[in-house]
Structure formats: structure tokens, C-alpha cells
């Protein structure tokens, strides 16, 4: 079946560099996503990459995708203080189409 | 630009009581979700509907009912709560099964 784990908390100082790192088990997923949710707000869509990729860049994100170890990172450069969220990967299931969550890394950023 | 819209934000319910939750998006989009987010456990999935006029279980649907009222809104109801469903609960749609998912803003409901 599809199931995503992810490490529950991930503590950095400011101005550090932070990765967040996720495992999946479809290994037919086509896409997957990184979603950032602050304390009381829903969840916005961050990146996402293609399961053809292994890698994407977007300012201070950088996106790794290793597709044969089903392993997927998020590193986030120059980590600020309103970095501090909780960052969920997910991946759409091959079987299904549907979006599947891991369970979240709270990441706390040290000032 | 509303995006998608859930109401209320928040709820108390004593158990054994019936609600529902309302979710609206304004983007056209044809597939909408529910998920429930409890400590430790991520999103999981409770009904989702593919297109208008469909609808299915996902990973947690015991307790639940949704209707697709239309293209723009998705509703969840509780028909006999227990303490079991405190939780957040989001919405979320998207154009396509497996495209981007837009989120609401959650509502906290709580089961006394």
C-alpha cells in the first residue's frame, strides 16, 4: 500500500541550512509535493517535483529526489526564523491518484 | 480571490450530536477533498469526490457522510458525533485528481 514517513521535529539555527527528509513506498508515484502549514492556517503548496527528476531548485529550496531508494529532501537554505512550520511531503499514489500525506516535520528555527 | 472556504472555524459538539461542515471553492475546480489532521498522523483522507456528482471513501470514513451539492461546494457531516472526531478538519480541491491541492483554513471541532 502507499505510506509516507517523515521525522517528526528538526530543530536549526538561524542562517543554518535545513533538510527535511521524506520515504515513500509507491514506487509508481508521478508527482510529489512539499506543503508548508503555520501554527493555525491550512496548508500551501511550497514545490513539487516530477517523478522523472531528481532534482529542482526554486530560490532557497532545493528539491532531491532519489527514485530507486524512494527517498525524497527538502533543504531549505539560509533557514529564517519564519521558516518555523510544519513541512509535509506527499505523494501521489500510482494506484489511486490520490494525494497521500506524511505524517509532518515540525521544523523550529533557534534565533 | 476566496479560494476555498470552509465553515465554521470552529465547533464544540457534545457527543451523540449531528453537524456539518461546509466547504465552497471558487476556482472551477473539479475534484475536492476532506481530510482530518490529528497530532502525529499527518492528513488522512476521509471522502473525496473526483468530479461533481461522485464520490468516495478514502482512508477514514467510518462516522462520515459528504455530499457533492454542486460543482463549487463539498460538505462532511457528522451524524452522530463521538470524541473520537476531535480533530482539524480541511478541505482542500483541485483540478485534477493528483493536481495541486488548494487548502481551506481548517475547522477545529471538538467532541465533548
Known amino acids: 500500500g502507499e505510506d509516507v514517513e517523515q521525522s517528526l521535529f528538526l530543530s536549526v539555527r538561524e542562517g543554518d541550512s535545513s533538510v527535511i527528509n521524506c520515504t515513500y513506498t509507491?514506487?509508481?508515484?508521478?508527482?510529489l509535493y512539499w506543503y508548508k502549514q503555520e501554527p493555525g492556517a491550512g496548508l500551501q503548496l511550497l514545490t513539487y517535483?516530477?517523478?522523472?527528476?531528481d532534482m529542482k531548485q526554486d530560490q532557497r529550496l532545493t528539491v532531491l529526489l532519489n527514485k530507486k531508494d524512494k527517498h525524497l529532501s527538502l533543504r531549505i537554505a539560509d533557514t529564517q526564523t519564519g521558516d518555523s512550520a510544519i513541512y509535509f511531503c506527499a505523494e501521489v499514489g500510482g494506484a489511486t491518484n490520490k494525494l497521500i500525506f506524511g505524517t509532518g516535520t515540525l521544523l523550529a528555527v533557534q534565533p | 480571490n476566496a479560494g476555498v472556504t470552509q465553515t465554521p472555524k470552529f465547533q464544540v459538539l457534545k457527543t451523540g450530536q449531528s453537524m456539518t461542515l461546509q466547504c465552497a471553492q471558487d476556482?472551477?475546480?473539479?475534484?475536492m477533498y476532506w481530510y482530518r489532521q490529528d497530532p502525529g498522523m499527518g492528513l488522512r483522507l476521509i471522502y473525496y469526490?473526483?468530479?461533481?456528482?461522485?464520490?468516495d471513501k478514502g482512508e477514514v470514513p467510518n462516522g462520515y457522510n459528504v455530499s457533492r451539492l454542486n460543482k463549487r461546494e463539498f460538505s462532511l457531516r457528522l451524524e452522530s458525533a463521538a470524541p473520537s472526531q476531535t480533530s482539524v478538519y480541511f478541505c482542500a480541491s483541485s483540478a485534477l485528481e493528483g493536481t495541486e491541492a488548494f487548502f481551506g483554513q481548517g475547522t477545529r471541532l471538538t467532541v465533548v
Open positions: 509507491d514506487s509508481s508515484s508521478t508527482y
Open positions: 476556482m472551477n475546480h473539479n475534484s
Open positions: 517535483i516530477f517523478s522523472n527528476m
Open positions: 469526490s473526483a468530479s461533481e456528482g461522485t464520490t
